[in-house]
């Protein structure tokens, strides 16, 4: 881990900076999120079946984790604003395991990566299931939000493996 003198958003007194990325140069960028919720068997089933009372969950979490993407830097402090060429929302639906993964994909060109609104359209699109389900299952849970994949920039292409899970 790095020393707070090498942190990129602290300064050398300990005060938080947004980073100056004036000098980067653009380059194409993409990364991709991936986040778990786990559910109980009559959720998963109303999720199917598209019976959840309050509508379809899955395309109202697909359009909550885009817009959520779009809107980071509102969301995080430190955060640059970024103009997105593309943000996209999946689900993969694992019924023998009451879970749902949801992945976000983020590309743009430009001075800095896209890793936090990845993470961020992962997390509301998580947090909008868990929303419209709660009334069917008070024990939803939201796990395993993380980075699987980013490219651009100097440090290069990342692809989460085995090895560099915790």
Do not use: W
């Amino acid at each position: 881990m790095k020393e707070a003198a090498q942190l990129t958003h602290i300064d050398e007194k300990g005060n938080a900076l947004m980073v100056d990325v004036s000098a980067k140069q653009e380059t194409e960028r993409f990364a991709l999120a991936k986040g778990t919720i786990t559910v109980n068997d009559a959720v998963m089933k109303a999720i199917t079946d598209n019976s959840v009372p309050k509508g379809d969950v899955l395309a109202a979490a697909r359009i909550a984790g885009i817009m959520a993407a779009k809107k980071t830097p509102e969301l995080i402090p430190l955060c640059h604003t970024l103009l997105l060429s593309k943000v996209a929302i999946d689900f993969e639906l694992h019924p023998e395991k009451n879970q749902i993964y949801s992945f976000c994909s983020v590309k743009l060109t430009g001075k800095t990566g896209a890793e936090m609104e990845a993470l961020t359209g992962v997390s509301v699109s998580l947090l909008t299931i868990y929303d419209m389900c709660k009334a069917l299952d008070k024990g939803i849970e939201i796990s395993d939000i993380h980075l699987e994949e980013k490219s651009g920039g100097k440090s290069g292409h990342y692809i989460r493996t085995e090895v560099t899970k915790k």
